[in-house]
Nanobody, 124 residues
Framework: QVQLVESGGRAVPAGGSLRLSCLASKGTLSTHHVGWFRQSPGSELEFVAFMTWKGGVIHYADSVKGRFTISRDNSKNTVFLQMYSLKPEDTAVYYC?????????????????WGQGTQVTVSS
């Protein structure tokens, strides 16, 4: 079992940047595929970004493509989500999730391990 802890969320003005971190406080992320998801009030969990365990395959939601970058440092057991040009519609709780094997990376149900989430608020 891998325990994930997100950090880095805070309130920023539109156009600002943030870097979220997802640390495996227990277990290892180095052999896990990792996804970032977000959820705003009244909405379903939304796929944001994905990276395979070796980093060779990356996918982004269309809504964040060109603005967000997923990366990982397996030596630090950490995955990052760098967010630029933030918009008010990016406001949400951001979650990282991991699994050692999955088919549909955009489906939350494919992931076994989840963090508690970190709040990102973008003001206009």
């Amino acid at each position: 079992q891998v325990q994930l802890v997100e950090s880095g969320g805070r309130a920023v003005p539109a156009g600002g940047s943030l870097r979220l971190s997802c640390l495996a406080s227990k277990g290892t992320l180095s052999t896990h595929h990792v996804g970032w998801f977000r959820q705003s009030p009244g909405s379903e969990l939304e796929f944001v970004a994905f990276m395979t365990w070796k980093g060779g395959v990356i996918h982004y939601a269309d809504s964040v493509k060109g603005r967000f970058t997923i990366s990982r440092d397996n030596s630090k057991n950490t995955v990052f989500l760098q967010m630029y040009s933030l918009k008010p519609e990016d406001t949400a709780v951001y979650y990282c999730a991991s699994d050692d094997a999955l088919d549909d990376y955009w489906r939350p149900s494919e992931y076994t391990n989840w963090g508690q989430g970190t709040q990102v608020t973008v003001s206009s």
